[in-house]
Every structure is written in structure tokens, then in C-alpha cells.
């Protein structure tokens, strides 16, 4: 069996902290951003550790569970790791819900730390 490459394992041990947090304690997360961290979370913007936790923790349902359908990990040119995730969702008593999120991670002393962060809800309006 062929070991994964450095930044596969970095990657998913990311996304599985990242959702598990996600999961059970959104206050938390701050803990993975920095300061210039910015957030995109479907079309708005937030930028700062701060401004980020206040999007997540604002977000309207008090439990959330996260299922992940596949994940994609590259490294970058300037030594980060793009990580690209595709699953569902299921918010409080809403129905199931596809998405797609995307992070850069950096390492900062020592530490893997989320730069960048992408999320959209798979929803198509063909209407």
C-alpha cells in the first residue's frame, strides 16, 4: 500500500476537524483562522478570525449534521494546501441539503491554520 502524500493526510485530518467542530461547537472554530483569514459563505464576505465566527455562529439552526461525499487535497505553489470538499448536510429539521466548501491552508509556526474558506449550498434554480 502506497503511503499519502504529506499534504492528503494534513488535508483530511483538516476537513475532519473542521466538520466535527462544525458539528458540535461552531464557537470554537476560531481557533483554525487567523486575523486575515477571509470567508465566503455563499456570496458574502467576511474577513478576520472574528467577523468569521460571528457569520458561523449566527447561522440559523441549532444542530447540524455534515456527511462527506468526497474530498480533494493539492499543494500550492507557495507551499499551502488547497482542499476542496463535496457533501451533505442536515440542519435541524430541514430537509438534506448538498454542498461544496473549499479551503487554503497554511502553516504558520508550526501550526495548519484555514486562510481561505469557500462555502455554497448545491441548490439549482432552473426556474
Known amino acids: 500500500m502506497v503511503d499519502q502524500p504529506l499534504w492528503e493526510q494534513i488535508g483530511s485530518s483538516f476537513v475532519q476537524h473542521y466538520y466535527q467542530m462544525f458539528d458540535s461547537d461552531r ?3 476560531g481557533s483554525i483562522y487567523i486575523d486575515a483569514s477571509c470567508l465566503t459563505w455563499e456570496g458574502q464576505q467576511f ?3 472574528r467577523a468569521i465566527v460571528e457569520k458561523l455562529t449566527s447561522l440559523p439552526f441549532t444542530k447540524i ?3 462527506i ?3 480533494d487535497h493539492q499543494p500550492t505553489p507557495d507551499c499551502c494546501i488547497l482542499s476542496m470538499v463535496v457533501g451533505q448536510l442536515k440542519a435541524d429539521d430541514d ?3 448538498g454542498f ?4 487554503i491552508l497554511k502553516n504558520i509556526n508550526d501550526a495548519w491554520v484555514c486562510t481561505n474558506d469557500m462555502f455554497r449550498l448545491a ?5
Open 100 to 103: 461544496h466548501q473549499s479551503f
Open 47 to 49: 474577513q478576520g478570525k
Open 123 to 127: 441548490i439549482h434554480n432552473f426556474g
Open 95 to 97: 430537509p438534506i441539503m
Open 69 to 71: 461525499t468526497a474530498q
Open 27 to 29: 464557537s470554537q472554530l
Open 65 to 67: 449534521a455534515h456527511s
